[in-house]
């Protein structure tokens, strides 16, 4: 499943996560005004322009999308942030 994320910055990778009924959209301000990080900013599974091929979404798909983004971006190791369900997904 292919994930619609936005990089942000540059420096050490931060993982920022939306809540439900969100989008990525809702970090971007608080990422343009933090220099000195690589924000990932995904759009979880049936949020924003990630499609879901499935009706429900498990916090374990939820997981394995997003595990499989950093692999992607060959991003070993992160920060995470939540809001909501983008809280309970990192942790």
Same mark, same amino acid.
């Given at each position: 499943? #292919?994930?619609?994320?936005? *990089?942000?910055?540059? !420096? ?8 439900? %009924? +969100? /989008?990525?959209? &809702? =970090?971007?301000?608080?990422? #343009? ?7 990932? *900013?995904? @759009? ?8 879901? +091929? @499935?009706?429900?979404?498990? &916090? +374990? @798909?939820?997981?394995? /999308?997003?595990? /499989?983004? %950093? ?13 909501? &369900? !983008?809280?309970?997904?990192? =942790?």
């Amino acid at each position: 499943m #292919e994930m619609n994320y936005k *990089i942000i910055g540059e !420096g050490k990778p931060v993982v920022l996560l939306h809540g439900f %009924l +969100e /989008n990525h959209k &809702m =970090w971007i301000p608080i990422a #343009e005004a933090i220099p000195g990080y690589k924000f990932i *900013i995904p @759009d979880l599974l049936g949020h924003g322009k990630t499609r879901s +091929e @499935d009706e429900v979404n498990t &916090m +374990e @798909d939820q997981a394995r /999308n997003l595990v /499989n983004l %950093l692999k992607d971006l060959e991003v070993s190791s992160a920060t995470f942030i939540g809001h909501s &369900m !983008g809280a309970t997904l990192q =942790w």
